[in-house]
């Protein structure tokens, strides 16, 4: 997707900056901003950078790392784990510079400094248990320094300055030569020392946006390539302990994306992409945060190493596929805000709706689309996410929580977007197909939007759901007034009927913290601990192993759990899948109760979504164009 200048070119380019600089033509304004990361020069941890600006004409210049970064919805703070930020000028001598805050930094006689340099640490090792959110980054936007594996999401090595924003970088990342290294961004060339020990990759980047979209993994990398259609894919994987590897999942993979590949049709054009997975052993210093960031060209996964490679794959093939789809939304269809993106003080659009809610239905409809999945599965997931979008604030204006999804209350509701978000994806594209006899649906008007504005042209905030309503159906904007900007819940029921469906009461499958979207677990405030509650005789897994209501949960895989980490540890049990070995330490009434074996499936009693054998054949057929096209 993006139009990358040929090597030869830029070769030329910067052989005519170095003949500039000589002509004194050294401006910053006017050249590359030259920034080298070293990967050999670690100390206590840290990875050393170099900042080479050019010549300001300024006295004072603001240097800064991102607060936020696109694609998270929280703060991230990346300049908290800067360390001797200095800056020099061309004879050697020290320039004066003041932290603004976290993240900024002034530089004092900037016409006068010829570099800047600094020290970083990782985030991974700062994780606290709790995992996701507090002051940590999201886990695959954070970064990673260890002798083995170098996880290089550049915004947290990489600032800009707030004169400079649309400046080119040159890039110098040195690394021990036996490293593998893999980036989906433009390299221009490598350069082996002369013992053969190192190897210098010099990369280029025509704006800042372009060092955020592009994270490196380098280290003792287990590398995969596979061809689908007209894009390379490159599959990294990191396993510290060497339970995975990629060649196990380059089939899952390959199927998944080759489907995707044909789901999208021409809509993707991007010549590559690049799949970067760190398997977490879960141990201290290792990332806690399960899930992934995407990129234009590239997505970063963070999963638990423990996982069996079944679980592992379908993991894989849900949260990839999720990121893939980005490429329609936000990638090609975005508003202002996220193309003119403020790393510092970042506004959010309205329409997390469409860049995650529709993302997420995408990455699930093409499944049972492509034939991946059977229908009753699909159902199944609907289901899943109808009961989780219930425990949330139902009424909630998705365009207010969007626009305001730093804050209270609506910081808490972000989860929703992948649930409720993907359930108006779904209804949206019922719509399109009902209106249309088939022939539209919720994927054809992305296309549309992607046509009409694409990735350098973003549309206005306000204005494109009058929009949408003039490319469909008046239908479409009464939804989307109605249930979207509006507060009125959706009455599901309303939408499956058109596609000849029904709710019925039957045993379905669930996972291991929830029955039918209810959760089993209840704090204990006196005790201080957590027990499963009544609700656990209705989890077949649960039942069958003989846990009881009251029943204390001590340990899980060795992790004791407490109000601090619950979320991080039922996260990672939400993940958990049949064939993973688990050891949960329970206590009953002061006596140690073990759960030590290989998952099974559970189930319980709930909805089930099933066809209605009085549907119409108007119903039926619109079922038809809905999960068979």
Same mark, same amino acid.
């Given at each position: ?261 044909? *789901? ?338 559970? *189930? ?26």
């Amino acid at each position: 997707m993006k139009n990358f200048l040929s090597i030869l070119v830029l070769s030329v380019f910067f052989i005519g900056c170095t003949a500039s600089k000589t002509a004194k033509n050294d401006l910053a304004i006017s050249n590359p901003i030259e920034t080298s990361l070293s990967l050999v020069n670690i100390t206590t941890d840290k990875v050393p950078v170099v900042i080479n600006p050019g010549r300001f004409t300024t006295q004072t210049e603001i240097y800064r790392l991102p607060r936020v970064v696109q694609g998270t919805y929280s703060v991230s703070n990346f300049g908290k784990y800067v360390e001797n930020f200095r800056a020099f000028d061309y004879k050697g001598n020290e320039v004066e510079t003041t932290k603004i805050d976290d993240n900024s930094w002034s530089i004092s006689n900037a016409s006068q400094v010829d570099k800047i340099t600094y020290e970083v640490n990782d985030t991974f090792d700062t994780e606290s248990s709790g995992g996701i959110g507090g002051d940590n980054p999201f886990s695959p936007a954070g970064t990673n320094i260890e002798p083995t594996n170098y996880v290089l999401n550049l915004h947290g090595f990489i600032g800009y300055f707030d004169t400079l924003k649309n400046s080119q970088y040159k890039l110098d990342v040195t690394a021990p030569t036996s490293f593998k290294r893999s980036s989906a961004i433009q390299e221009l060339q490598s350069t082996v020392s002369a013992d053969g020990s190192t190897t210098t990759t010099t990369y280029f980047a025509p704006r800042y946006f372009d060092i955020t979209d592009n994270p490196m993994f380098y280290g003792d990398l287990d590398v995969e390539e596979f061809i689908v259609g007209d894009i390379k894919i490159v599959l990294s994987v990191y396993s510290p302990n060497k339970v995975h590897t990629a060649a196990a999942l380059k089939e899952s993979m390959f199927t998944m994306m080759q489907a995707q590949k044909k *789901y999208l049709g021409a809509i993707n054009t991007t010549p590559r992409y690049d799949i970067f997975l760190y398997l977490s052993d879960g141990k201290e210093g290792s990332p806690k945060g399960n899930g992934a960031l995407e990129h234009h060209t590239s997505t970063v996964v963070v999963l638990p190493e423990i996982s069996p490679i079944e679980g592992l794959a379908k993991s894989m093939v849900d949260v990839v596929a999720h990121e893939f789809f980005h490429i329609v939304s936000p990638l090609s269809v975005h508003s202002e805000d996220v193309h003119y993106f403020d790393y510092n003080q970042p506004t959010f659009s309205k329409h997390l709706w469409m860049y995650e809610g529709v993302t997420e239905y995408f990455a699930q409809h093409f499944q049972v689309f492509e034939g991946l999945i059977t229908e009753d599965d699909f159902f199944a997931t609907l289901m899943t996410k109808i009961q989780t979008s219930m425990g949330m604030d139902d009424t909630m204006s998705f365009t207010t929580m969007s626009e305001n999804v730093l804050d209270q209350p609506y910081a808490s509701n972000y989860y929703n977007v992948y649930q409720k978000g993907a359930l108006i994806g779904m209804c949206i594209d019922i719509l399109m197909r009902e209106e249309s006899n088939g022939q539209r649906s919720m994927l054809s008007l992305m296309k549309e939007l992607s046509g009409k504005y694409g990735k350098n042209k973003p549309f206005n905030d306000d204005t494109i759901i009058d929009e949408i309503t003039q490319m469909t159906y008046p239908s479409i904007g009464e939804f989307l007034n109605k249930h979207v900007v509006g507060t009125t819940p959706i009455n599901y029921s309303e939408f499956f009927e058109k596609v000849g469906l029904e709710f019925t009461e039957a045993n379905i499958k669930t996972n291991f913290i929830q029955n039918d979207g209810v959760l089993i677990f209840s704090p204990n405030t006196i005790s201080g601990t957590i027990e499963f509650s009544e609700a656990v005789a209705q989890n077949s897994f649960w039942n069958d192993n003989g846990v009881l209501p009251g029943d204390a949960i001590k340990t899980v895989n060795g992790t004791t759990l407490s109000f601090v980490n619950a979320q991080q540890v039922f996260t990672d049990m939400y993940m958990w899948s049949p064939g993973t070995k688990i050891k949960v330490v329970l206590d009953r009434n002061g006596e140690e109760v073990i759960i030590d074996r290989e998952l099974t499936q559970s *189930y319980t009693l709930g909805k089930k979504l099933v066809p209605n054998s009085n549907a119409t054949t108007g119903q039926v057929s619109l079922r038809e164009a809905w999960l068979k096209g």
